[in-house]
């Protein structure tokens, strides 16, 4: 058999051609300037983050307990006063336009029921078309108004103190790890990279070789001396590279922008990803070899990437979806790179703790890319 | 001495019940233009593809360059260049980058591209477009790049699979001489065409027909083969009274046909008798005509004539 620098020359060749033409077609562009972007626009767009929200205050007391509730609202981030009123009348138009998307009304007599003893009843009025950010600015304002209602109680206690003494009380002290801030950015950006390393690896490499395909070249080739296995090497090496490439890209701009952190090994994410890499190009091949056309295999490609998306938990959380599609998921290889990219960008992660993801990953992609080198040896051969 | 280039045994091909081809057997000599010539669907092609190694016999071999297409098939693919009629080429690479593409994937090391591409550039003329995109040039001169890149590294045969589809007529008398200089040098040159005028420019030919060989030889055996006697040509204002006339006389025990205003007969019978005839029956007949000559067989005539004989068969 032939030595190893018999391997590799036709493979270089290969590998040479590729980056010319990627040049040429100015694909580069495409695969450096579109995943910076998608990383850019989806860190911005997925966030389920709600901050400033358009607010409307209908303060029919205009008491000084009731401007003083206001004014916790006015010091909130979460809540931008749009309007501040005493007509009730107005409250149908604010959130019918939009203007508003949550009012505050205080009904006219807060201070008396206050000052009386009574409970006094604040009403938020929240816009349901949207039932996602309509929840959580309710339970914002719920926090609020709690609050606000504490500390009422606390000054009537404070009085009471030399006759009851002091009172029991549990309070809670929030700690969340790993994104104290609870930004989506940090949680979607590692996303973005699993999902752009589809694209960059699945589609180009399924339209790249049916390219080849439908012009022929690939039959050119088979009279050649070079091996089936040549080819896919010469092909696939340098979508490994740019995909890899990617990932620095998205990493270092990312960071600058969101500021994202990152705690974990680089090189681990990047031996990683080079699994998820490999099963990506193995799907692509194996699209390759049923398409004729590249419209085809940009079909397939767009059919494969869906649940990868989907069902990956890169949206939605695995836990929220029905069993049934909970058990799908497994076959799903991005579930896997979810749980690794997130791991090793938020917790820093080591091997060890990914070492089930990491196997799922390398079993994934022997099984596609055997699959692949067949499936190419018999279209090819 | 004659040396053996391609040598097929029994050569045969079967996809499920269809015979693609069946039970070929031919030599092809070392230099020589050897043409492959029949409809779509003759199996020519699939032919070519097994002695390129694209397809595995079902039954029989043939020996390309000294190896057994069945046995040896990496060391018959090392010395054949083939070229097919979708050119192959990667059109955003230049002239030299593709040469250097296909010269690369046989193995060649860059010392010796590098010294190969002048040469072949001249060879093919292509002399100064070495650094031109290639799909920025017209057919003629792709399919020119297409032929480079097939004998860059200096196969012992050339395979050229329906080398001339969608090219212009003087671009492709261009190739053709081109071509013949390749076998000058002791190049073999096995080509499929379906373009009949262009048998011509082979050295030998085979006719195939529903996957079998009809009829093998150079150019005159093969037209003698099918038309051992002249064909006499008159041109006339009334074909079909001529047709008619001449269909009268026995004594031809031939054929007449009518190309528009030609007649073209063919008989058993000598040229200087057959003449004679001819215009005495059309005399008779009342049919005024002109250019009486005798005429060569064009190669349609040719396989028409065959294809109908094997048939008959």
Partial sequence: M??????????????????????????????????????????????????H???????????????????????????????????????????????????????????????????????????GTDSNSATQTMSRAQLII?????????????????????????????????????????VMVPGVIGLILTIVTLVIMSLSIVREKESGNIEQMVVTPITPLQIIAGKVIPYIAIGLADIVLVVVVCGLIFKTPFVGSFLLLMVLSFLMIMVNLGMGILISTVSATQQQAMFSSIFIMMPNILLSGFMFPIKNMPVVLQWLTYLIPMRYYMVIIRGIFLKGLGFMELLPQSAALFVYGVIVFTAAIRAFRKTAG | MREISVKAEKLQKKFGDFTAVDSVSFEVEKGEIYGFLGANGAGKTTTIRMLCGLLQPTSGDAMVAGFSIKKDPDEVKKRLGYMSQKFSLYPLLTVRENIEFYAGIYGLTDAVIKARIPEVCTQVELEKLEDKITGDMPG???????????????????????????VDPILRRRFWEIIGALSDNGTTVFVTTHYMDEVEHCNRISLMHSGRIIKEGTIPEIKKAAFEKPILEIQTDTPVKAYDALNKVKEFNGDVSIHGALIHLITGMETAGAKALMEKALAAGGVEFTHPEEVEPTMDDVFVKLVKNYEAK
């Fill in chain 1, 146 to 186: 709690m609050a606000f209602s504490n500390n009422i109680f606390a000054d009537k206690i404070t009085s009471m103190r030399s006759v009851v003494g002091t009172l029991p009380s549990v309070s809670m002290e929030e700690r969340v790890w790993y994104n104290p801030e609870l930004a989506s950015a940090n």
């Fill in chain 1, 2 to 51: 032939g030595t190893l620098k018999e391997f590799l020359v036709p493979v270089g060749h290969m590998m040479k051609k590729e980056f010319i033409e990627m040049r040429r077609s100015k694909l580069v562009i495409m695969l450096i300037i579109a995943p910076i972007i998608q990383a850019i626009v989806f860190g911005y767009v997925a966030t389920t983050d709600i901050t």
């Fill in chain 2, 140 to 166: 003629g001169l792709k399919q020119r790049v297409a032929l480079a890149c097939a004998i860059a590294h200096k196969p012992a045969i050339v395979f050229l699979d329906e080398p001339t589809a969608g």
């Fill in chain 1, 53 to 127: 929200v358009p607010t409307m205050i209908c303060d029919e007391d205009s008491s000084s307990q009731s401007r003083a509730l206001s004014d916790k609202f006015l010091n909130s981030e979460y809540f931008d006063i749009v309007d501040l009123t005493r007509n009730p009348q107005t409250i149908q138009g604010e959130l019918g336009s939009n203007r508003a998307k949550v009012c505050i009304r205080i009904p006219n007599d807060f201070e008396k029921r206050i000052k009386r003893g009574e409970t006094a009843v604040v009403q938020i009025i929240g816009d």
